[in-house]
């Protein structure tokens, strides 16, 4: 079946540290890829896509993500790390531009001060 | 506020009971899904609509399920007889029609428990 895959349940990070969550993906053709986050209590916020082009996306918040095709992932990153990063992150893919949105299970990160 | 708003924000049910939950999009957005969210999990899909027309729906969507978009604005989602299991997070989502570089903005979500 076409997924994504988020192999880290958690992930924690010192404050100032830079961060990386992974996402690998199994989807046939040239999918649109994602990054939400999700705060307690809050809706999905978007914080970048990939649709095709330069492989280094940056979005949101200071998050960027690094598409690399031939190993299939497409990493979340940010070069120093907040508290209030803290939060659910999701990687997801579509088949197009207004499709529907298929999620990864999620990773927890955490950012200790 | 001009983003997706949802309502109820909570709602806590007995087994069997009907229930509908109302999500308002960004306005002039064409396009609206629901996506359901059980706890430690992704979203998933149910169903989404292109202005009132019900274009795709999950077979996560049982008959006990139904979504309307009477008149293209907002949509509602009824649960019938309803289960423990049905007990999740229901998102709502719009988009608009601005090309490939659109995207989903979701709305907070209406918490379901059923007891």
């Known amino acids: 079946a076409q997924s994504v895959a988020q192999p880290e349940d958690q992930v924690n990070v010192a404050e100032g540290n830079p961060l990386t969550v992974k996402c690998t993906y199994s989807?046939?053709?040239?999918?649109?890829l994602f990054w939400y986050v999700q705060y307690p209590n809050r809706g999905l916020q978007f914080l970048l896509k990939?649709?095709?082009?330069?492989?280094l996306v940056k979005g949101s918040y200071g998050f960027e993500a690094e598409f690399n095709k031939s190993q299939t992932s497409f990493h979340l990153k940010k070069p120093s790390a907040l508290v209030s990063d803290s939060a659910l992150y999701f990687c997801?893919?579509?088949?197009?531009?207004?499709?529907?949105?298929?999620f990864g299970s999620g990773t927890r990160l955490s950012i200790r001060p | 506020d001009t983003g997706v708003s949802q309502d109820p924000r909570h709602k806590i049910t007995k087994r069997g009971q009907n229930v509908t939950f109302r999500c308002d999009p960004i306005?002039?957005?064409?396009?609206l899904y629901w996506y359901r969210q059980t706890l430690g999990q992704g979203p998933e899909f149910l169903t989404y609509?292109?202005?009132?027309?019900?274009?795709?729906k999950s077979r996560l969507l049982s008959d006990r399920f139904s979504a309307e978009r009477p008149k293209g604005s907002f949509s509602t989602l009824e649960i019938q007889r309803t289960e423990q299991g049905d007990s999740a997070m229901y998102l709502c989502?719009?988009?608009?029609?601005?090309?490939?570089?659109?995207?989903?903005?979701f709305g907070p979500g209406t918490r379901l428990l059923v007891l």
């Open positions: 989502a719009s988009r608009g029609l601005a090309g490939s570089q659109e995207t989903q903005y």
């Open positions: 989807v046939s053709g040239n999918p649109y």
């Open positions: 990939y649709i095709t082009g330069d492989n």
């Open positions: 997801a893919f579509a088949y197009s531009s207004a499709s529907k949105i298929i």
């Open positions: 306005s002039e957005h064409n396009r």
């Open positions: 609509f292109q202005n009132e027309a019900q274009l795709e």
